[in-house]
């Protein structure tokens, strides 16, 4: 099964899905085969489905162990700060940087969650 963030909403893919082809927007790829499943971000791109095969030619595709959380997060502050000082005409790609540092952050995270204040006070003990 594939889970895709389409332009108009969330699709569901499974095993012998009518033939499409639709552009992707921004957000979380989930793929399921067998009991593993497997998360990338993505930020835009096109789907290929076939009864058989479903192929994704994404603009960028990064999977959830490739996302470092500290750039990802560093990234989201700075856009944060940008969009508050950013002129309405430079906002639009600020936003862009938003949306994907958000995107790259809920898919890192899937797997691997931030630390809590318990988990760090008894790591450094």
């Known amino acids: ?42 930020h835009g791109g096109f789907m290929h ?29 700075r856009a944060l700060e940008t969009m508050a000082k950013a002129p309405p005409e430079e906002r639009r790609l600020t936003e862009l940087a938003l949306r994907r540092s958000q995107v790259r952050l809920r898919v890192a995270r899937r797997r691997r969650p931030t630390p809590t204040a318990q988990t760090i006070s008894s790591e450094e003990h």
């Open 49 to 77: 489905v076939l009864p058989d095969s479903v192929t994704v030619l994404a603009d960028v595709a990064e999977r959830d162990s490739e996302i470092d959380i500290a750039r990802a997060e560093a990234a989201r502050q």
């Open 1 to 42: 099964m594939v889970l895709a963030p389409g332009i108009n909403g969330q699709l569901g893919i499974l095993p012998k899905h009518a033939p499409l082809i639709t552009q992707l927007d921004e957000g979380e790829l989930i793929v399921r085969v067998g009991g593993e499943e497997y998360y990338f971000a993505i």
